[in-house]
Antibody, heavy 122, light 107 residues
C-alpha cells in the first residue's frame, strides 16, 4: 500500500524557517515525481512545488518562489520542503502527493498524505 | 496561469439523485483535467484523471467528461458517502491549478 506521511509542521513566527518532510513507502520512490500542495484553513487547494524523479526538474508557485526549496533523498524515500521567510499567508495544511510518472509536468496527484499543519503567527 | 472555475459552488441533493458539477478553464486544456473528492478533515482523493478515466477503486457511479475548456463530473446516483467537496484541477501547464470547489451536502 502506498503511504505518504508528512511531518515537521508547527507554530512559527513570521520571518522564521521550517522544514517539512514526507516519508514515502509502498512504491519505488525514485520512479516518480512528487509534489507539495497546501490548503489554508477553510480554503481551497493550492499547488506549492513539484520535483521530478531525479531532482532534474523543479517548479514553484509564484507565491513561494525564492522562499521555499523542494528537495528529495531517494536513498531515504523522502521528500522535503524548506520554507524560509515565512509569512502569515503561508499558514496552511501542507500535503505531499505522488505523481503518476517520473516527470513533474502533466501530473495529477495520487495519493496524498494526511498533511502537516504550518501556522505562521507572532 | 490557467484559471479554473466551478459551478455551482454548493448544492444540496438527496440520496439517489443525479448530480452534475461543471468545471471551466480559462483557456483550452485539452483533456488535462482531474477531479478530486475531499471529506472534512481528510486529504483529497483522486476520482477522475485525464477528464474521463476512472481511478482504480473509485465507484462507477462517478464519471467525467469534456475537453477543451468545459468539463463535467457526474455522480449518477448519490450515496451517503458522497457528501463532500469536489475540486477540479488542470494539469495542462505549470503551475497546476485547482478550481474553488463544489460542496455537496444533504438536502
Amino acid at each position: 500500500e502506498v503511504q505518504l506521511v508528512e511531518s515537521g509542521g508547527g507554530l512559527v513566527q513570521p520571518g522564521r524557517s521550517l522544514r517539512l518532510s514526507c516519508a514515502a513507502s509502498g512504491f519505488t520512490f525514485d520512479d516518480y515525481a512528487m509534489h507539495w500542495v497546501r490548503q489554508a484553513p477553510g480554503k481551497g487547494l493550492e499547488w506549492v512545488s513539484g520535483i521530478s524523479w531525479n531532482s532534474g526538474s523543479i517548479g514553484y508557485a509564484d507565491s513561494v518562489k525564492g522562499r521555499f526549496t523542494i528537495s528529495r533523498d531517494n536513498a531515504k524515500n523522502s521528500l522535503y520542503l524548506q520554507m524560509n521567510s515565512l509569512r502569515a499567508e503561508d499558514t496552511a495544511l501542507y500535503y505531499c502527493a505522488k505523481a503518476p510518472a517520473h516527470t513533474v509536468t502533466s501530473n495529477w496527484f495520487d495519493p496524498w498524505g494526511q498533511g502537516t499543519l504550518v501556522t505562521v503567527s507572532s | 496561469d490557467i484559471q479554473m472555475t466551478q459551478s455551482p459552488s454548493s448544492l444540496s441533493a438527496s440520496v439517489g439523485d443525479r448530480v452534475t458539477i461543471t468545471c471551466r478553464a480559462s483557456q483550452s486544456i485539452s483533456s488535462y483535467l482531474n477531479w478530486y473528492q475531499q471529506k472534512p478533515g481528510k486529504a483529497p482523493k483522486l476520482l477522475i484523471y485525464a477528464a474521463s478515466s476512472l481511478q482504480s477503486g473509485v465507484p462507477s457511479r462517478f464519471s467525467g467528461s469534456g475537453s477543451g475548456t468545459d468539463f463535467t463530473l457526474t455522480i449518477s446516483s448519490l450515496q451517503p458517502e458522497d457528501f463532500a467537496t469536489y475540486y477540479c484541477q488542470q494539469s495542462y501547464s505549470t503551475p497546476p491549478t485547482f478550481g474553488p470547489g463544489t460542496k455537496v451536502d444533504i438536502k
